[in-house]
């Protein structure tokens, strides 16, 4: 079955515009994780959606959003961006199920550059 | 809260060698630990978990790690190094009440010498 799948791959974007980047994850996953990687703050958790529902949010000014479809496809959002936005920008989708552990695959992630 | 400690950002070994791979973890209720394996400009690739189950966790391409309680370690091994594996090693904690959320080291990068 077709793995999680990140769109677009690379972005350039300049400084105060907003971006949107999207995420479709495995057939039957219902929660999509998002991460933001960079060389100096490393993997950092941006927020999860379950059922269309913000369920985790990490320390992420309010520039950075997202939301889920009933299809658990997701998007992010990032508006007014700043240089240090750049980077590789990884979603994961899994079950979600709580209480047990459900394996999360990576897409291959985005690459958003500012200028 | 939970954290993650990768000790040596940088490890280089040679092909044939053991590769040693360090992680300690900090978690206030029992954890969930990773290790996921990242190339160039890719996502992450799970190489092995700790769910509660066995603590000598065997994972792909020959890897495997133990988990020490007593320790709060999460090691990762693999007997002999091969060139495929040079690579950046992230391992990550999370637990059952917010498995959509993991945390991760800072990643340790191995670099296999011929």
């Known amino acids: 079955k077709a793995g999680v799948t990140q769109t677009p791959r690379y972005l350039i974007k300049t400084r105060g515009q907003q971006v949107t980047l999207s995420c479709s994850p495995i057939s039957g996953h219902r929660s999509v994780s998002w991460y933001q990687q960079t060389p100096g703050q490393g993997l950092q958790f941006l927020f999860e959606?379950?059922?269309?529902?913000?369920?985790n949010k990490g320390n992420f000014p309010g520039r950075f959003s997202g939301r889920q479809f009933s299809n658990s496809r997701s998007e992010m959002n990032v508006s007014t961006l700043e240089l240090g936005d750049s980077a590789l920008y990884l979603c994961a989708s899994s079950l979600g199920r709580r209480g047990g552990y459900t394996e999360a695959f990576f897409g291959q992630g985005t690459r958003l550059t500012v200028v | 809260a939970q954290s993650v400690t990768q000790l040596g950002s940088h490890v280089s070994v040679s092909e044939g060698a053991l590769v040693l791979l360090r992680c300690n973890y900090s978690?206030?209720?029992?954890?969930?630990l990773f290790w996921y394996v990242q190339y160039p400009n890719q996502g992450l690739q799970l190489l092995l978990k700790?769910?509660?189950?066995?603590?000598l966790v065997k994972g792909i391409n020959g890897f495997e790690a133990e988990f020490k309680k007593s320790e709060t370690s999460f090691h990762l091994t693999k007997p002999s190094a091969h060139m495929s594996d040079a690579a950046e090693y992230f391992c990550a904690v999370s637990d059952n009440t917010n498995a959509g959320k993991s945390t991760f080291g800072d990643g340790t990068t191995l670099t296999v010498k011929p």
């Open positions: 959606y379950f059922s269309e529902t913000q369920r």
């Open positions: 700790y769910t509660s189950a066995a603590t």
């Open positions: 978690s206030s209720v029992p954890p969930y």
